[in-house]
């Protein structure tokens, strides 16, 4: 039976080097799948919707997702923003060569910049207004959370947001018999209910905000078993 008191540091699949191009196209298609219809797509609009408020969406907004995997959530946000006439310039950073390529291959995520790198080192133009991500935190450990945490706090603009998995029975449970009966993927097989278990507690996503020096955030928990982290770069200076 699987320890939920704390965080596992097993290493998913996913995060190997030597997975075959045509194994992590599987594995994107499903996981933009499952987001689509768990909600963890509406989530990402909702935290991207929290930090526009204090944006001035006059001028282009400049957003940068790191750990952007296939460049679904970017996707859904550019066609958001398009129903919004939000003028937007989109990145996607992630550091896996076959993600990035397979995102670039897909003609949906046309007018998208994809850029291969440690997003540490990420060549920007221009600093982004805007930079967050989804389903990336529970890959790292709570040092490495810890360091992208602080290298957000710097490099947006405006504020970044979080979306990730919250560490539950229920939900590992769930996602283990929906995969295991659904996905033709190895990958999804394996890291679903392993990421689920890489998950995130409440107290434990306080403290990494507190250890990263970040005071003004926003946490919330939203189906299916997600947390909804937003933090604002530059108060207002009533706030």
Known sequence: MPNFSKRSYQKELLDQDDIPFEAIQQNMKELDRINTLLGGHDITIAGLK?????????LPVLICEIGCGGGDNLRVIRDWCRQ??????????????????Y????????GIEFVCSDYLIAPFKQQPHIIFSSLFCHHLNDEQFLQMLQWCKLNALVGHFINDLQRHPLAYHSIKLLTGAFSNSYLVKNDAPLSVLRGFSKEELENLFSSAGIKHYELQWKWAFRWLVCSITKLPSHV
């Open 50 to 58: 929290y930090v526009l408020d204090y944006a001035d969406t006059k």
């Open 103 to 110: 995102a670039q291959s897909r003609k949906e995520n046309a």
């Open 84 to 101: 919004h006439q939000i003028e937007a310039e989109l990145m996607g950073v992630d550091i896996n060569p076959h993600c990035i390529a």
